[in-house]
T-cell receptor
């Protein structure tokens, strides 16, 4: 496996379900991110992890709970979501340290398309 | 309030001609700018970037121009090829410790016709 891998690619869940999105990066990067793309809206940053520590929570509701057990894996735990949370959730990674040209070049996964019924 | 705007949702260009994608931003703190492109069913991929200390950066067929006084960014693709057909996102970053915290435009769908 190379790059950033996200599973599942598609997920349908009810509002009372609990599910998780998984992300794995094989690039040796030290920062990982969750972004969200809702219909007709730009990609929005949700969370940033640097060396496994959460350094950014972009005012995300608590029904989204991230977890970063090591610098290669990132999870997004989902519970009691709303239909308006239906979106494409993108995981990304980058190498922080060494200048903006590296830190801001994110490698994205293909995304997990979430539908909340 | 959208800080990064790509006012053209779509652009159609003939193969071999120039494609010009435009982007405007409002926050003068932004100092690093990037373009990503996205094919269907794939994540965005990095294309080209420019620092605010420059006004032009070129990489093969792709050139990004930055006009800081106008808070305007553009991407030129010449010559355009059918494989360039994708969604193009303009993104910015405020520098410093805000690495990776990119603010995205809504994207422009580029279609290059053979």
């Amino acid at each position: 496996e190379t790059g950033v891998t996200q599973t599942p690619r598609h997920l349908v869940m009810g509002m009372t379900n609990k599910k998780s999105l998984k992300c794995e990066q094989h690039l040796g990067h030290n920062a990982m991110y969750w972004y969200k793309q809702s219909a007709k809206k730009p990609l929005e940053l949700m969370f940033v992890y640097n060396f496994k520590e959460q350094t950014e929570n972009n005012s995300v509701p608590s029904r989204f709970s991230p977890e970063c057990p090591n610098s290669s894996h990132l999870f997004l735990h989902l519970h009691t979501l709303q239909p308006e949370d239906s979106a494409l959730y993108l995981c990304a990674s980058s190498q922080v340290g060494g200048g903006a040209s590296r830190a801001n070049v994110l490698t994205f996964g293909a995304g997990s398309r979430l539908t909340v019924l | 309030d959208q800080q990064v705007k790509q006012n053209s949702p779509s652009l159609s260009v003939q193969e071999g001609r120039i494609s010009i994608l435009n982007c405007d931003y409002t926050n003068s703190m932004f100092d690093y700018f990037l373009w990503y492109k996205k094919y269907p069913a794939e994540g965005p991929t990095f294309l080209i970037s420019i620092s605010s200390i420059k006004d032009k950066n070129e990489d093969g067929r792709f050139t990004v121009f930055l006009n800081k006084s106008a808070k305007h960014l553009s991407l030129h693709i010449v010559p355009s090829q059918p494989g360039d057909s994708a969604v193009y996102f303009c993104t910015t970053n405020a520098g410093g410790t805000s690495y990776g915290k990119l603010t995205f435009g809504q994207g422009t769908i580029l279609t290059v016709h053979p």
